[in-house]
T-cell receptor, first 119, second 110 residues
């Protein structure tokens, strides 16, 4: 079974520029997550999708960040305009199904991440 | 108070010894607990999940959960240099969101 795919793996941009990240979850996984991980910290959830709907975007800085999962499969996260403090690794994760009675729904599997450097 | 707390380390462990990692959490409603391993420059990898009080063993790894004390731990037996990594404790909170600790760095010395 193929894992979570992400691209690009690395990106360097100047502040105020825009950037987009792509994620393709594990086949059949209904739930997709975007996390931000700053060096020395644990991942922080930015947004969670269930199929093509947003479940939680409470920690997404909506003035500059946006995300979509139009067909309920792959997803794009965008930052516009970028700030220096956005330098981090952006991780995509997916989990198996939407039935909360099954514990497997909470087991999240991560992609390789995109390391963003804003200069 | 942070949702999930871990000692940052580094925890230095001689090869072949047992590494003991601890994690406390603040949300009493939490029912699902995970340990992720993260090598430097890599993404987190799920190594253990535990949902009930007590011990759960998987190979050289044992997870221990005590919901009354709001405490979860990870033991790594017969530690190997390849176990050198940061170990992240993660907890599903009452909102269904996965909350991570900052991680404990483990260094296994030959």
């Amino acid at each position: 079974e193929a894992g979570v795919a992400q691209s690009p793996r690395y990106k360097i941009i100047e502040k105020r520029q825009s950037v987009a990240f792509w994620c393709n979850p594990i086949s059949g996984h209904a739930t997709l997550y975007w996390y931000q991980q700053i060096l020395g910290q644990g991942p922080k959830l930015l947004i969670q999708f269930q199929n093509n709907g947003v479940v939680d975007d409470s920690q997404l800085p909506k003035d500059r960040f946006s995300a979509e999962r139009l067909k309920g499969v792959d997803s794009t996260l965008k930052i516009q305009p970028a700030k220096l403090e956005d330098s981090a690794v952006y991780l995509c994760a997916s989990s198996h199904n939407t039935d909360t009675e099954l514990r497997a729904v909470y087991e999240q599997y991560f992609g390789p991440g995109t390391r963003l450097t804003v200069t | 108070q942070k949702e999930v707390e871990q000692n940052s380390g580094p925890l230095s462990v001689p090869e072949g010894a047992i590494a003991s990692l601890n994690c406390t959490y603040s949300d009493r409603v939490s029912q699902s607990f995970f340990w992720y391993r993260q090598y430097s420059g890599k993404s987190p990898e799920l190594i253990m999940s535990i949902y009930s009080n007590g011990d759960k063993e998987d190979g050289r790894f044992t997870a221990q959960l005590n919901k009354a004390s709001q405490y979860v731990s990870l033991l790594i037996r017969d530690s190997q240099p390849s176990d050198s990594a940061t170990y992240l404790c993660a907890v599903i909170d009452s909102w269904g969101k996965l909350q991570f600790g900052a991680g404990t760095q483990v260094v296994v010395t030959p």
